[in-house]
């Protein structure tokens, strides 16, 4: 594989469709939330995406092969507006590759007729809390009023300078392209190797009023007992990769927040 692909076995026929991304990140908070919101809804797989940019491993689980991918889902709606869901193992180790992996996402959307997307990452904020607050982050200033009203919190310069990673730049980038969106933050603590499902609940409620959608959540934290030795494996293979491939000295090093 020389480049990004996505390998699609269906192309289904959308209406007003609009993307929710979940990838790993700080707390693996949008992996949580986005993956319960695929099994709950009941979401189809339709495409995935392998790209040469994601860590040179493969994860042996339940005696299988696993070859880390970004998978998309979607759900028809009864209001007229339906759904993409995109999850993924992990995201890229390189600069060049996350942009030409939030480009062919990008791509791939637009070919879908989809014009709007909705990102959730991890803000991190060194603590843990019982009830932790949800930021949003606009291309837009008519999103930001739409969060405020909702309850979002939408100032957050001082707070949040940089969001690394597909969160931020699928949403920078479709803005580029004509497409709305905005970032839904769940605050985490940040602590190494911590999969946060308060957070995602969060970031599901917030959703979920944003959207007008009806997911239960009671769910949630059952669901996350059972990702857990999944998610665990996924993070040992980011902590190895980020280790093998971390930047020389003189290299500008990132951090990550998405």
Known sequence: MIETQ????????LTKPICIVGLPGIGNIGRIAVDYMVHEMKAKKFAELYSPFFFPFVIVHED?????RNEFFYTKSKDG????????????YDPKGHYEVSGKILDFLESLGCKDIITIGGFSTGALKDKPKVFGVVVDDKDAKALKDKGIETKVSGQ?????????LLVGLGKLRGMGGFCLLGETSGFPIFTDPNAAEG???ALKNVLGIDIKLDKLKEKVEEMHDFIKKLQDVQTQGMQEFKPKKNDE???YIG
Do not use: F
Request: hydrophobic content about 40%.
């Open 81 to 92: 507006r339906d759904m993409i869901l995109l999850i993924g193992d992990c995201q890229t």
């Open 203 to 205: 970031v599901l409620e």
């Open 160 to 168: 949040i300078g940089t969001i690394v990673g597909a969160s931020g």
């Open 253 to 255: 090093e990132l951090k």
């Open 6 to 13: 996505i390998i699609s076995t269906e192309k289904p026929k």
């Open 64 to 68: 299988k092969i696993h070859t880390l």
